[in-house]
């Protein structure tokens, strides 16, 4: 299980970082702010989530392989091959983005679901999923805010409410399946209910004035 667990934080940190490092390049920053981008992109979240557990200082500074890998990966999108590949392409940009960001999303999802079972004395379902969609959206948050964007779950389809509907389906399958299976159902959700979003254009109601 721990070995399942490593390859789903690897997934959803490696996704982030490619995710943050893209908006720092749409943004034309050099690599420090690309890589830093990334950075906070892929642990931001985590860091909230482990705050709220009352984790500290937060696994995110005590186990450096998250952080080197999202630094890694942020590194390699700033270089000259990858930035041609994707900076003269709209259409390879947007579909890398997208993907990138629904496979962080569902996976940091259900890492946050699982590390608040972990941790808390007596989880609540409330508290499982509220951890759930913090970790998962807490990263792009930070991101838009650095990149002086408006925050992707306020304007995108449907991308806090797939991050919900996933993390709720992760801690009601908790305790009446294996956890790898909760697991994988709950990423699988959150990355289904982004595909048909986007595919379908579904969007929450917005104020018109």
Known sequence: MDIFIFIVDIIGTVAFAASGAMIGLKKDMDIFGVCILG????????????????????????????????????????????????????????????????????????????????????????????????????????????????PYIFVKHVYACASLAGAMLCAGLWGCADSAAAMLAGMGTVVLIRVLAAHYRWDLPKAKL
Do not use: K, N
């Not at 999802?109 to 998962?136: R, Y």
């Open 39 to 150: 950075l906070t992109t892929a642990t931001g979240g985590g860091v909230v989530r482990d705050l709220i557990l009352g984790l500290t200082p937060p696994m995110a500074f005590q186990d450096p392989t998250c952080a080197m890998t999202a630094l890694g990966v942020s590194a390699v999108f700033f270089s000259r091959r990858v930035r041609r590949l994707l900076m003269h392409d709209q259409r390879r940009y947007d579909l890398l983005l997208f993907w990138m960001d629904a496979l962080g999303l569902g996976a940091f999802s259900v890492i946050g679901v699982q590390l608040a079972f972990q941790q808390a004395e007596e989880p609540t379902f409330f508290l499982l999923v509220f951890v759930g969609v913090v970790t998962g959206v807490g990263g792009g948050v930070i991101r838009d805010l650095l990149a002086q964007e408006v």
